[in-house]
């Protein structure tokens, strides 16, 4: 019997999951504001990324609230907060599509999840959901409550093994971008 879709996804992009962490961690983005501000940029650009996604109707038929998910305008206000200025990717942005997509998206609503122990890192930087850290805030939910949801909704997507192969490659993509975007920013 074939995994539910987000255990497939997790177990198929585990190692490049892990290694954006190590990575992330690697950085020290909470050692300083300075450190935490390329941190944002690396959020901005991975979110500017998502956001066709988090907006598009079809996705948004499959996967109630979704266009609400997308954490693009917390970013902008956090990065306007530290007087942060987005940059640009050397490489060309990528446009995840079709059930691709889902994979992307698996990748982002995860992050939230950590983003419970980045948030209290964020803290001793004098950062707060209501400034400079807002992206990093819990789901109005709940962390666990809304990862389960999200989870469910996955899990409820009726798939060909062609497209749930596109959603695992999603995933896996969306790891390996963020750690480009992580060693350029």
Not at 10 to 24: F, G, I, N
Not at 81 to 92: A, C
Not at 124 to 133: E, I
Request: a negative charge; proline letters at 3%.
């Amino acid at each position: 019997m074939n995994l539910p879709l987000s255990e497939a996804l997790k177990k198929y992009s585990r190692q490049t999951h892990d290694s954006v962490d190590a990575l992330v961690l690697s950085m020290h983005p909470f050692a300083s504001v300075e450190n935490y501000s390329k941190f944002l940029q690396a959020q901005d650009i991975f979110q500017k990324t998502l956001k066709p996604i988090y907006d598009d109707l079809d996705w948004n038929y499959k996967i109630e609230g979704l266009s609400q998910l997308s954490r693009l305008k917390q970013i902008s206000k956090d990065m306007q907060d530290l007087n942060v200025n987005p940059v640009s990717m050397v490489e060309e942005q990528p446009n995840p599509s079709g059930f691709e997509a889902i994979g992307w998206l698996y990748c982002s609503e995860g992050s939230n999840l950590g983003a419970a122990i980045l948030c209290k890192e964020a803290q001793k930087l004098n950062l707060s959901d209501s400034y400079g850290a807002r992206h990093l805030a819990a789901h109005e939910e709940g962390r666990m409550r809304h990862w389960r949801k999200f989870k469910e909704q996955l899990d409820g997507l009726e798939l060909t093994s062609e497209q749930r192969q596109q959603a695992l490659q999603g995933a896996e993509d969306a790891f390996a971008f963020f750690k480009r975007v992580i060693r350029q920013v």
